[in-house]
């Protein structure tokens, strides 16, 4: 088991919460080993060179140690943009995960089983489960084209917009990050919604589309986002489908009720929501966006959402 840690995770509160939980791991799985990457390109050549190096070997386990973003590039440098598979080497290996981040949506719900010193856990390679991967293929501001890779959900608007001040956090957000991670959220919110613009999107799935001002879109594979929200949709991470829930644009009071709704669960009641299920969504912005892939932040002239269907096996709680 190759444990990839990134230690500036949480306000760089990371590597002190991991110390218990690796004591623990240690007497589970002797064979256990920690890399500390300098960085997110050191991170991918040291995920893309073990599976190169086990490629004939028994099934390995990835544990991405960190939070939603560290989970991210682990699944990025695993996946392989020519097949929208693992890459050779990697057919059989499982994605784990250990949550020193600031939300940790990947892990939730957490059973009260699934932690270790409070800190909340998948690595259990035994009861592993093959879970769909959406792809992002994203025109960018310069002309060029990327393509990325997400388990949780993409955004663009609001949310998208808010994890971008977040993950960039200074002065009084940036010390509460490290202290109340709720509390540092719904400041960042706040500041974003005192601010926030409707956005005209072009949205389109297989056979629905729209083209109006917005508030928000969620692409999901997981109902969980931005900490302690969460939406009432019905996917689930091997369904083959997203959830598509749209923000009408609204006045700042009408958002606040939103997302107290949202730290209930309460959604696709509102008058506010538009909810679709499909496997395609094409967002086209009419200016340049962000869009939030699993927190992670990229400016995009327009993208293509798609769902490869239980591509990727992952570690059970």
Not at 58 to 83: K, Q, R, S
Not at 100 to 110: M, Y
Not at 291 to 301: H, N
Request: include cysteine; aromatic fraction near 6%; proline fraction near 6%.
């Amino acid at each position: 088991m190759l444990v990839v840690l990134n230690p500036q995770s949480n306000a760089g509160t990371a590597l002190r919460r991991w110390e218990p939980v690796e004591r623990i791991l240690r007497q589970r799985y002797p064979g256990l080993a920690v890399e500390l990457p300098a960085d997110a390109d050191q991170a991918t050549k040291l995920v893309r060179a073990h599976i190169d190096n086990h490629a004939d070997r028994a099934p390995e386990t990835i544990v991405a140690a960190g939070g939603d973003g560290m989970v991210n590039l682990v699944l990025n440098a695993i996946m392989d943009p020519d097949t929208d598979r693992p890459r050779r080497g990697a057919e059989r290996l499982a994605l784990g995960a250990v949550g020193l981040g600031s939300s940790n949506d990947f892990h939730k719900p957490v059973p009260p089983t699934a932690t270790i010193a409070d800190i909340a856990v998948r690595v259990d390679a035994e009861r592993a489960e093959a879970v769909d991967v959406g792809k992002a293929t994203m025109l960018l501001p310069d002309g060029t084209r990327a393509v990325r890779y997400f388990l949780l959900n993409a955004s663009m608007g609001l949310v998208a917009a808010g994890n971008d001040s977040f993950n960039h956090a200074t002065g009084v957000i940036g010390w509460l990050k490290s202290r109340n991670v709720e509390a540092a959220i719904v400041a960042t919110a706040l500041a974003n919604i005192a601010t926030h613009e409707p956005l005209r999107v072009d949205v389109r799935g297989t056979d629905w589309g729209q083209s109006v001002p917005i508030t928000n879109i969620g692409v999901l594979k997981s109902v969980h986002f931005a900490g302690g929200m969460y939406y009432d949709t019905p996917v689930t991470r091997s369904d083959g489908y997203f959830d598509v829930n749209i923000w009408a644009a609204a006045g700042r009071l009408r958002i606040l009720a939103l997302i107290a709704g949202l730290y209930r669960g309460k959604f696709s009641a509102s008058s506010s929501a538009t909810c679709h299920r499909d496997t395609v969504v094409e967002l086209r912005p009419d200016r340049p966006a962000p869009l939030e892939l699993d927190g992670e932040i990229a400016m995009v002239e327009s993208a293509r959402l798609e769902v490869l269907p239980r591509v990727l096996t992952v570690c059970a709680a």
